[in-house]
């Protein structure tokens, strides 16, 4: 349990994640631990105590990076994530960015999902959440999708280019010069678009749900 209340990210932690920026090594970690820990790391583990009876518990991704396949071998990431069950949030130098959705899936999610986006009830209402983020001001990204229509499906079908999608998540991100973004205000931004992004996630949830391929690997 967190000892303190959420009163927003200070400016030094985005001098922190400016300074990593440039100089992307241990020693400039190791040297400024103290800050990452203090204006970065505790600022979320608050946020999410508070966020947690709402949206589930939360969990703060490591700040190494993976390196092993990468041709870019810098250490550590340039943003703080954490992910909770209906969400997720990032704190970086360019500011607050919110997410919902399902950001990757699996063989048997991806069906399931093409299924319901071909079905016109359901698919209709993938529609309609869209449409409905769109005018709250909330994106929609796909980080991956294919170049041509699934195979089973006309090539004609009205919601194509939702087939071709491998992921979708609802994004809002604001800048680190928000006048609010170094507030306790931000949370209940936060929470807003954790809210309006629901039915996306609700709708995923009742027509992919969980992959059965994760838990038998």
């Known amino acids: 349990m967190t000892a303190f209340s959420f009163i927003g990210w200070p400016e030094a932690a985005v001098e922190f994640y400016r300074g990593l920026e440039a100089d992307n090594s241990k020693t400039y970690w190791t040297d400024r631990k103290s800050v990452y820990e203090d204006s970065v790391r505790a600022p979320m583990e608050a946020l999410l105590y508070e966020l947690a009876d709402e949206f589930g518990a939360g969990k703060i991704f490591r700040p190494n990076r993976d390196i092993r396949f990468s041709a870019d071998k810098?250490?550590?990431?340039?943003?703080?994530?954490?992910?909770?069950?209906?969400?997720?949030?990032q704190f970086s130098s360019q500011g607050i960015?919110?997410?919902?959705?399902?950001?990757?899936?699996?063989?048997?999610?991806?069906?399931?999902?093409?299924s319901a986006v071909a079905e016109d009830e359901a698919g209709s209402a993938l529609e309609n959440v869209l449409t409905g983020l769109a005018g709250a001001g909330i994106e929609v990204r796909t980080r991956d999708s294919l170049s041509g229509i699934p195979r089973g499906y006309p090539k004609d079908?009205?919601?194509?280019?939702?087939?071709?999608?491998?992921?979708?998540?609802?994004?809002?991100?604001?800048?680190?010069?928000t006048s609010w973004a170094h507030t306790a205000e931000a949370k209940e931004h936060i929470i807003g678009?954790?809210?309006?992004?629901?039915?996306?996630?609700?709708?995923?949830?009742?027509?992919?749900?969980?992959?059965?391929?994760?838990?038998?690997?």
């Open 97 to 114: 960015g919110v997410g919902a959705g399902y950001h990757k899936m699996a063989s048997d999610q991806l069906n399931r999902y093409r």
């Open 193 to 217: 678009v954790l809210r309006t992004s629901r039915p996306l996630v609700d709708w995923l949830d009742a027509h992919v749900g969980a992959s059965i391929l994760e838990r038998r690997r």
């Open 74 to 89: 810098s250490p550590y990431k340039t943003a703080i994530g954490a992910l909770m069950e209906h969400g997720y949030v």
């Open 157 to 177: 079908h009205p919601r194509a280019e939702l087939l071709r999608k491998k992921d979708i998540a609802a994004w809002k991100q604001w800048s680190a010069g």
